[in-house]
């Protein structure tokens, strides 16, 4: 007799439904901190000077600028309306320091008038800070010299380079006149005059400088200047 096969169930258990997952709640957006625009522009223009310094004036491009400052394109548009306007405020900056600087120098060496000193010795205390303040910092004056081209470049940047230098030649002359009245000599040309004869030679000591870094190179080219200036005095019947 034959037996009627039961088919066998299925070991296979049925697929459980999919589960459903339940949306988790968005994470709430962070808060943007707005930077006023004073600190704004300040940031970027610390962050200019230290490209400047660093990479030259050509590598001063607006997202070289931005990415040094660690902000957006959009960030520098509310603080600046152009590039240009920012190298403005740059070359200004740079060139307002600049100027306190070398007048630091010479006012320390008029300080030396208050003693018993000669004017050969106090124009070369004059020389000696300034070629100081270059030696200790090259990479600074090279920034400044580039600066310089690029806003002579500018027609609308050229006028600061011309207050510097003016503000150089004010130095200047009140360092020769308070040589000469401390040292008993007066001056066979006007002041004003040579002024910017000084400021032509510290030009001329800087370039030097930066180009051999020849510390007897720059000392004979002190010595020089000193001789250039003295020819142009002469004792003060009056003193």
């Known amino acids: 007799m034959s037996q009627t096969s039961v088919p066998e169930e299925s070991a296979t258990t049925p697929a459980a439904p999919p589960r459903t997952r339940r949306p988790r709640a968005a994470a709430p957006a962070p808060r943007t901190v707005r930077m006023p625009v004073a600190e704004r522009r300040q940031a970027l223009l610390d962050a200019a000077t230290t490209v400047i310094a660093r990479d030259g004036v050509r590598a001063a491009s607006t997202r070289a600028i931005v990415r040094e400052a660690g902000m957006s394109l959009a960030s520098f548009h509310y603080a600046f309306e152009s590039h240009t306007e920012l190298m403005r405020h740059v070359v200004e900056r740079v060139l307002v320091d600049e100027v306190h600087s070398v007048t630091e120098v010479l006012a320390g060496a008029a300080e030396l008038t208050d003693g018993q000193v000669t004017l050969p010795e106090l124009l070369g205390a004059a020389l000696d800070g300034f070629v100081a303040a270059v030696e200790a910092d090259p990479a600074r004056e090279q920034a400044i010299l580039e600066l310089h ?61 930066l180009s051999f870094r020849d510390p007897e190179r720059i000392s004979a080219a002190r010595e020089y200047a000193v001789a250039g200036i003295l020819q142009f005095s002469e004792p003060d019947p009056d003193a």
Request: without cysteine; charged residues 25%.
């Open 149 to 209: 081209q690029y806003a002579l470049r500018e027609p609308e940047l050229a006028d600061l380079v011309r207050a510097e230098y003016e503000a150089y030649d004010e130095a200047a002359a009140g360092v020769l006149t308070a040589a000469a009245a401390a040292t008993g000599t007066r001056w066979t040309r006007p002041v004003e005059e040579l002024a910017r004869y000084v400021v032509t030679l510290t030009d001329g000591l800087t370039t030097s400088w």
